[in-house]
Antibody
Framework: EVQLLESGGGLLQPGGSLRLSCAAA????????MNWVRQTPGKGLEWISSITTSGATTSYADSVKGRFTISRDNSKNTLYLQMNSLRTEDTAVYYC?????????WGQGTLVTVSS | EIVLTQSPATLSVSPGERVTLSCRASQSVPTNLAWYQQKPGQAPRLLIYGASTRATGIPARFSGSGSGTEFTLTISSLQSEDFAVYYC???????????FGGGTKVEIK
C-alpha cells in the first residue's frame, strides 16, 4: 500500500490559481502512474488527470483541459496539480490516487473552495 | 463519454442480509470495471477490478460479476462495517477518459 498525503487546498476567488501537492511515503512512487480525482456533492467522483511514470505523457478530463496541469517530481516522491483560471464549479475535495486504472491507493483529500 | 448508471440510489438493509448493487454502462466496457467503497470522511477504497477480481485484503463476502454493459456487486452477508456508499468506475478508454457512477448508498434498515 502506498501512503499518499495531499496538501495545498484552500479558499480562493474565481479566476485564481492554486497548486496542489501529493507526497508519497515511499521511493517506489516513480514506478506508479499517478492520478487526480475530485469529488463534489453534486457531481460525485470525477477523474481529472493522469500522468505516466516518467511524466512524459499526461491526460486530462475535458472539464479541466487547458486550465489544469499535472506534473511530478520523482526525486521528491511528489505529484502536483497546477490549477489556473479557477471557477466556482471547481469547488471539490481533490484526491490523488496511485496506479491504475483502477486506482489502488488514495490520499485523504484536500478541499478547494472557489467562491467570491 | 461513457455514462454509468447505478441502482438503486439508496438501499436500506439489515445486517446479515444479502445485497446486490447494479451498474449499467451506456456502451460496452468489456470487463474494464471497478467497484469502490466510501465511508463518510474517507477516500474511496478499491474493492473489485476487472469486473470480478477482489483487490488485496478485500473479504470474500464481496463479489463482482458482469461484462459489457451490465455489472453487479454482491455482498453475501452484510456486516456493520459495510454500511457505506458504493461506486462503480469504468476505465475502458483510460487514460483518455474514465468515469464513475453516481453511487449507491447502503444504509441501516
Amino acid at each position: 500500500e502506498v501512503q499518499l498525503l495531499e496538501s495545498g487546498g484552500g479558499l480562493l476567488q474565481p479566476g485564481g490559481s492554486l497548486r496542489l501537492s501529493c507526497a508519497a511515503a515511499e521511493s517506489t512512487f516513480s514506478s506508479f502512474v499517478m492520478n487526480w480525482v475530485r469529488q463534489t456533492p453534486g457531481k460525485g467522483l470525477e477523474w481529472i488527470s493522469s500522468i505516466t511514470t516518467s511524466g512524459a505523457t499526461t491526460s486530462y478530463a475535458d472539464s479541466v483541459k487547458g486550465r489544469f496541469t499535472i506534473s511530478r517530481d520523482n526525486s521528491k516522491n511528489t505529484l502536483y496539480l497546477q490549477m489556473n483560471s479557477l471557477r466556482t464549479e471547481d469547488t471539490a475535495v481533490y484526491y490523488c490516487a496511485s496506479r491504475g486504472a483502477p486506482f489502488e491507493d488514495w490520499g485523504q483529500g484536500t478541499l478547494v473552495t472557489v467562491s467570491s | 463519454e461513457i455514462v454509468l448508471t447505478q441502482s438503486p440510489a439508496t438501499l436500506s438493509v439489515s445486517p446479515g442480509e444479502r445485497v446486490t448493487l447494479s451498474c449499467r454502462a451506456s456502451q460496452s466496457v468489456p470487463t474494464n470495471l471497478a467497484w469502490y467503497q466510501q465511508k463518510p470522511g474517507q477516500a474511496p477504497r478499491l474493492l473489485i477490478y476487472g469486473a470480478s477480481t477482489r483487490a488485496t485484503g478485500i473479504p470474500a463476502r464481496f463479489s463482482g460479476s458482469g461484462s459489457g454493459t451490465e455489472f453487479t456487486l454482491t455482498i453475501s452477508s452484510l456486516q456493520s462495517e459495510d454500511f457505506a456508499v458504493y461506486y462503480c468506475q469504468q476505465y475502458n478508454n483510460w487514460p483518455s477518459s474514465l468515469t464513475f457512477g453516481g453511487g449507491t448508498k447502503v444504509e441501516i434498515k
